[in-house]
């Protein structure tokens, strides 16, 4: 039994989740909850979900991969469990990438993110952690956290002629068969 990944457009995509309490950090509810993220995260096939992404409201963040077919040049990341993470850019250098989403299916955008980043955040024993990331992983990393404030990645594009229908756009035209 797995969570439906919510689309675009739905209201509980569509505005900032909820932070979590200090106290709701290592409780069993809460844990069971994650688990169900790190879950759907596997069924569907993602690099990264975001806890509204599958309708809960909570400022939680999994990402982590070994090999995915959407994105079959990129290096693998490990399972990571955000609590409440937050961004600070390393620099004014954003690089344009192509993106797509669970919650955006069959679409593909270039988008703009930061080259690199520190995340801050809490694990699941509530202790404040913190990640340096560049290039593909900060740009997973910037795309999962804006969820978190409502954002979907179309509405971070800057030129439409860059978005299209995956089966469509030829950049993919190969890529989709590796
Ligand atoms: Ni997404």
Same mark, same amino acid.
């Given at each position: 039994? $797995?969570?439906?990944?919510?689309?675009?457009? &739905?209201?509980?995509?569509? &505005?900032?989740?909820?932070?979590?309490?200090?106290?709701?950090?290592?409780?069993?509810?809460?844990?069971?909850?994650?688990?169900?993220?790190?879950?759907?995260? &596997?069924?569907?096939?993602?690099?990264?979900?975001?806890?509204?992404?599958?309708?809960?409201?909570?400022?939680?963040?999994?990402?982590?991969?070994?090999?995915?077919?959407?994105?079959?040049?990129?290096?693998?990341?490990?399972?990571? @469990?955000?609590?409440?993470?937050?961004?600070?850019?390393?620099?004014?250098?954003?690089?344009?990438?192509?993106?797509?989403?669970?919650?955006?299916?069959?679409?593909?955008?270039?988008?703009?993110?930061?080259?690199? @980043?520190?995340?801050?955040?809490?694990?699941?024993?509530?202790?404040?952690?913190?990640?340096?990331?560049?290039?593909?992983?900060?740009?997973?990393?910037? &795309?999962?956290?804006?969820?978190?404030?409502?954002?979907?990645?179309?509405?971070?594009?800057?030129?439409?002629?860059?978005?299209?229908?995956?089966?469509?756009?030829?950049? $993919?035209?190969?890529?989709?068969?590796?």
């Amino acid at each position: 039994m $797995f969570r439906d990944v919510i689309k675009m457009g &739905h209201p509980k995509l569509m &505005h900032p989740a909820q932070a979590v309490s200090d106290d709701e950090i290592g409780t069993e509810s809460l844990n069971t909850l994650i688990d169900e993220l790190v879950s759907c995260l &596997h069924h569907y096939k993602g690099v990264g979900l975001a806890a509204n992404q599958i309708g809960i409201d909570k400022r939680i963040v999994v990402i982590g991969f070994d090999k995915n077919l959407r994105y079959p040049n990129e290096p693998s990341i490990p399972l990571t @469990i955000m609590i409440n993470p937050c961004i600070t850019p390393l620099t004014n250098t954003e690089i344009d990438g192509w993106e797509g989403c669970l919650s955006v299916p069959g679409l593909r955008g270039v988008v703009p993110r930061y080259q690199s @980043i520190r995340c801050s955040y809490r694990n699941l024993q509530g202790e404040p952690m913190a990640i340096d990331a560049e290039n593909f992983m900060a740009r997973v990393i910037q &795309h999962e956290c804006d969820h978190l404030d409502g954002i979907c990645f179309p509405m971070r594009m800057r030129d439409m002629n860059q978005f299209g229908f995956e089966d469509s756009l030829p950049e $993919f035209s190969n890529a989709s068969q590796v």
